[in-house]
C-alpha cells in the first residue's frame, strides 16, 4: 500500500477535498469503509445516510429568508 501520509504532504496545496479522494481512490477501500476511517482518524462519530436524510437543514442560521416583495412581478 502506498503511503497515504506522503500523498497528503504532497498535495497541500490542494483542496482537503482532493486529498481525501485522492487518498480513497489509493487506498482501495470502499466508501463506506474509508468513511468509517476518516471519522475514526478525527474521533467523530460517522453519521449514516439515514441520519444525513433526517437531520434538519441548517441554512436559515446562514442566509435570511427571500421573500418577494408585493410589487415584484418576477418568478
Do not use: C, K
Amino acid at each position: 500500500m502506498p503511503d497515504l501520509g506522503a500523498v497528503a504532504e504532497s498535495e497541500e496545496s490542494a483542496g482537503g477535498e482532493h486529498r481525501f479522494r485522492t487518498l480513497w481512490e489509493i487506498s482501495e477501500l470502499s466508501a463506506a469503509d474509508f468513511a468509517d476511517e476518516v471519522a475514526h482518524f478525527y474521533n467523530l462519530p460517522r453519521a449514516t445516510l439515514p441520519d444525513l436524510l433526517a437531520a434538519r437543514p441548517l441554512l436559515e442560521q446562514f442566509f435570511p429568508p427571500i421573500r418577494p416583495r408585493d410589487d415584484d412581478l418576477s418568478v
